[in-house]
């Protein structure tokens, strides 16, 4: 009995590394929401409670269907540090994205203002 449980455990990590990982794209998702409503801390706190609220339903639900309902604490260990590896890996790509996309776009914005400055101020009255 002891040897058929400890067989799935390395199959058990990957999906808990997995799980971890995806698990750090709510909260990137989830800062891409607040950046989007200028950062206002209503809406970060509202945010960041449903990622946190996701990430406990996933580990949750990955406990019962691969462990079987038990919990063990490797499992936490694993899946939180997951979690901090994307935040500190792609999450920050993503937030350098993010941060670059809206430096453009403003820029963008900007250019077409001129213009159409230019066009007004030239047209005879």
């Known amino acids: 009995m002891i040897l058929f449980e400890t067989l799935s455990q390395p199959i058990t990590i990957i ?3 997995m799980f971890g990982f995806m698990s750090g794209l709510f909260f990137d998702v989830c800062y891409l929401i607040t950046f989007l409503c ?7 706190n509202i945010m960041e ?8 339903c996933v580990l949750f639900v990955q406990s019962q269907i691969f462990l079987n309902g038990q919990f063990r604490l490797y499992v ?3 899946f ?6 994307e935040q500190c890996t792609l999450g920050k790509f993503i937030a350098k994205t993010r941060n670059w996309c809206y430096i453009m776009f403003r820029k963008l914005l900007q250019r077409i203002q001129k213009i159409c400055k230019r066009k007004r101020n030239s047209k005879p009255h």
Do not use: Q, T
């Open 38 to 44: 200028n950062n206002n801390k209503i809406v970060k």
């Open 76 to 78: 936490l260990i694993f």
């Open 49 to 56: 409670f449903v990622a946190v609220v996701c990430s406990f």
């Open 80 to 85: 939180v540090l997951f979690l901090i590896l």
């Open 15 to 17: 999906f808990v590394m």
